[in-house]
């Protein structure tokens, strides 16, 4: 079995980061992912807010641009999903689904995941009129009526976005003004297809064998309504992916990894980035950093160590 200085475990902007800068500087690298890469900015249609692109650049061709650089250097991937981890001994092992990697550190880039809305019908009909990711099902809702819950950037980012194939797209938000940013909410708010509902959440979803309406709550007034639409996506907050540690690192009452300024979690040799730690904002720009810090941390770490790399 073969002994890398580092895993990476996670695809997204801040693993695919790491992999570049750990692999760049000589240490010999293997990034685990279980699906494609990119994470999350993968499956966003377009990235405005990343610096050197004026005109915005589609997720899935940053994603693409990352990782060809990171094999450039030499940055081996796998895809193989992860079963467990054990950091007990002094080299880490993940196993996954195929084989077991080891590593003399990790880095964990796992990200984060859609949370739930929680709403009766919403486990039955999840890819039946429920998503969560617009860019990968918008094109299924050509000439239909959609709605969007949420009110952040991404809840409005992905309804503007829709009004590309949906006839009508209907924001569903729980409280009286939408939280994104100025800039999108005012883009928003100018589309015609768009309508917004404040002060409203979803209480039931309805449907045989696909999404059919839905039941509408006032938060206000507990007033109800029934709303028929053809699709649902849903946009109300991220869950870390971090079920897969266990234990075996601090994290916060929400799952998040706790590290310090230098990415180092809570035993030693194992560093976080990106989504799956705990901070205030979370944009490929922060992913980006985290996943260069984490990597510099690495390379400190096994130095101290005094011996030779894997």
Same mark, same amino acid.
């Given at each position: 079995?073969?002994?890398?200085?580092?895993?990476?475990?996670?695809?997204?902007?801040?693993?695919?980061?790491?992999?570049?800068?750990?692999?760049?500087?000589?240490?010999?690298?293997?990034?685990?992912?279980?699906?494609?890469?990119?994470?999350?900015?993968?499956?966003?249609?377009?990235?405005?807010?990343?610096?050197?692109?004026?005109?915005?650049?589609?997720?899935?061709?940053?994603?693409?641009?990352?990782?060809?650089?990171?094999?450039?250097?030499?940055?081996?991937?796998?895809?193989?999903?992860?079963?467990?981890?054990?950091?007990?001994?002094?080299?880490?092992?993940?196993?996954?689904?195929?084989?077991?990697?080891? /590593?003399?550190?990790?880095? @964990?880039?796992?990200?984060?995941?859609?949370? #739930? !809305? %929680?709403?009766?019908? &919403?486990?039955?009909?999840?890819?039946?009129?429920?998503?969560?990711?617009?860019?990968?099902?918008?094109?299924?809702?050509?000439?239909?009526?959609?709605?969007?819950?949420?009110?952040?950037?991404?809840?409005?980012?992905?309804?503007?976005?829709?009004?590309?194939?949906?006839?009508?797209?209907?924001?569903?938000?729980?409280?009286?003004?939408?939280?994104?940013?100025?800039?999108?909410?005012?883009?928003?708010?100018?589309?015609?297809?768009?309508?917004?509902?404040?002060?409203?959440?979803?209480?039931?979803?309805?449907?045989?064998?696909?999404?059919?309406?839905?039941?509408?709550?006032?938060?206000?007034?507990?007033?109800?309504?029934?709303?028929?639409?053809? /699709?649902?996506?849903?946009? @109300?907050?991220?869950?870390?992916?971090?079920? #897969? !540690? %266990?234990?075996?690192? &601090?994290?916060?009452?929400?799952?998040?990894?706790?590290?310090?300024?230098?990415?180092?979690?809570?035993?030693?040799?194992?560093?976080?980035?990106?989504?799956?730690?705990?901070?205030?904002?979370?944009?490929?720009?922060?992913?980006?950093?985290?996943?260069?810090?984490?990597?510099?941390?690495?390379?400190?770490?096994?130095?101290?160590?005094?011996?030779?790399?894997?």
């Amino acid at each position: 079995m073969k002994l890398y200085d580092v895993l990476i475990l996670g695809g997204g902007p801040a693993g695919l980061t790491a992999a570049l800068y750990t692999a760049r500087g000589g240490l010999s690298t293997l990034l685990l992912e279980k699906m494609a890469p990119g994470g999350q900015a993968a499956t966003t249609e377009l990235i405005e807010n990343y610096p050197g692109f004026p005109s915005g650049i589609g997720g899935m061709e940053l994603s693409m641009a990352m990782l060809e650089q990171a094999e450039r250097f030499g940055a081996e991937v796998v895809y193989d999903d992860i079963a467990y981890v054990d950091f007990s001994q002094e080299h880490k092992e993940v196993k996954g689904y195929s084989e077991t990697y080891r /590593g003399r550190s990790v880095i @964990v880039t796992t990200g984060a995941s859609p949370k #739930l !809305l %929680g709403a009766p019908g &919403e486990e039955r009909l999840r890819g039946r009129g429920v998503s969560y990711c617009a860019t990968c099902d918008g094109a299924l809702y050509r000439g239909k009526q959609v709605i969007v819950v949420g009110g952040a950037d991404s809840a409005v980012e992905e309804a503007d976005y829709l009004t590309r194939f949906a006839d009508k797209v209907t924001i569903v938000y729980r409280r009286d003004k939408l939280r994104a940013a100025p800039i999108i909410t005012a883009r928003a708010l100018a589309n015609p297809k768009i309508t917004v509902i404040y002060d409203t959440v979803i209480q039931e979803i309805h449907g045989q064998n696909a999404v059919e309406a839905v039941t509408l709550e006032h938060v206000k007034t507990g007033s109800t309504k029934h709303m028929p639409i053809d /699709g649902l996506f849903i946009y @109300v907050g991220l869950n870390p992916n971090t079920e #897969l !540690l %266990g234990d075996t690192l &601090e994290k916060t009452q929400q799952g998040y990894l706790l590290t310090d300024d230098n990415m180092a979690c809570s035993l030693p040799g194992i560093f976080a980035a990106g989504d799956v730690r705990d901070k205030k904002l979370r944009q490929v720009a922060t992913a980006v950093g985290d996943g260069a810090q984490a990597a510099a941390s690495v390379e400190h770490y096994l130095a101290a160590l005094g011996d030779k790399h894997a």
